[in-house]
């Protein structure tokens, strides 16, 4: 089985569908196959992917798409919620993705599910399948308060998914600057945070807008290969 990557926090906005870009392409430049998989209804994963929403009955059968030798994407769907209505009927609603999704991932060496911010079944799922999370934060106190929320969820998930750890990423790090360094006070305290710190650079903007990863820059890529560490 490949290792399984949740990134997630309950909080929009943080650069979760970047991340999980980012990341899938530093593993393939130690040649793994990553396979990415969209679970956010408004796609933005599947856009800097330069592909489409699917159906919901394509997004059921149909097999990833090759985005190069070594990346696929499962698209996201528009359809998320009424997929959701149909998991929710289910006997066993906290293993859908396990039964239905597991199958299509063989021969992947990493998987990467990008979530929605919310406590949505779909995400339960995402966690109950995972080895890691990956929390994404911005140096600000609703991101820290989403930090809290995402830890509690976590606790709740392990009795499900013993195997389930996390470490708290923080991204658009800004150093020098007050807010930054104040949240940087209270993660290195805590255990689970990562060390790493994604720095706020216009390059990663301009790269999101030409669709296209931002590791090219070296800072960027140093931070991306501690991450891709951590996931191997």
């Known amino acids: 089985?490949?290792?399984?990557?949740?990134?997630?926090?309950?909080?929009?906005?943080?650069?979760?569908?970047?991340?999980?870009?980012?990341?899938?392409?530093?593993?393939?430049?130690?040649?793994?196959?990553?396979?990415?998989?969209?679970?956010?209804?408004?796609?933005?994963?599947?856009?800097l992917c330069k592909a489409s929403p699917v159906s919901l009955d394509d997004w059921?059968?149909?097999?990833?798409?090759?985005?190069?030798?070594?990346?696929?994407?499962?698209?996201?769907t528009k359809s998320f919620a009424q997929l959701e209505n149909e998991i929710n009927q289910e006997i066993d609603r906290n293993a859908y993705l396990k039964e239905n999704l597991l199958p299509r991932v063989k021969g992947f060496d990493v998987v990467i599910i990008d979530t929605?911010?919310?406590?949505?079944?779909?995400?339960?799922?995402?966690?109950?399948?995972?080895?890691?999370?990956?929390?994404?934060?911005?140096?600000?106190?609703?991101?820290?308060?989403?930090?809290s929320e995402m830890t509690a969820i976590i606790d709740k998930i392990k009795p499900i998914n013993p195997k389930l750890d996390y470490k708290i990423i923080?991204?658009?790090?800004?150093k020098g600057r007050s807010f930054t360094e104040k949240a940087k006070e209270r993660l290195v305290k805590m255990p689970a945070f990562s060390g790493v710190e994604i720095p706020h650079r216009q390059h990663v903007i301009d790269?999101?807008?030409?669709?296209?990863?931002?590791?090219?820059?070296e800072e960027i890529r140093e931070q991306f290969m501690k991450l891709a560490r951590l996931s191997a």
Not at 61 to 75: G, K, M, Q, T, W
């Open 170 to 174: 923080l991204n658009a790090s800004m």
């Open 60 to 76: 059921k059968s149909d097999e990833p798409v090759a985005l190069n030798a070594f990346i696929s994407l499962i698209p996201a």
């Open 1 to 47: 089985m490949p290792q399984i990557i949740t990134i997630a926090n309950r909080k929009g906005g943080v650069g979760k569908s970047t991340s999980s870009f980012n990341l899938a392409y530093t593993h393939a430049l130690d040649k793994k196959k990553v396979l990415l998989i969209d679970l956010d209804s408004q796609g933005n994963l599947t856009d």
């Open 116 to 147: 929605a911010p919310a406590l949505s079944i779909l995400n339960i799922n995402a966690l109950c399948i995972s080895d890691q999370v990956f929390i994404i934060i911005h140096a600000d106190n609703f991101s820290l308060m989403g930090l």
């Open 207 to 217: 790269s999101n807008a030409m669709r296209k990863p931002s590791i090219d820059l």
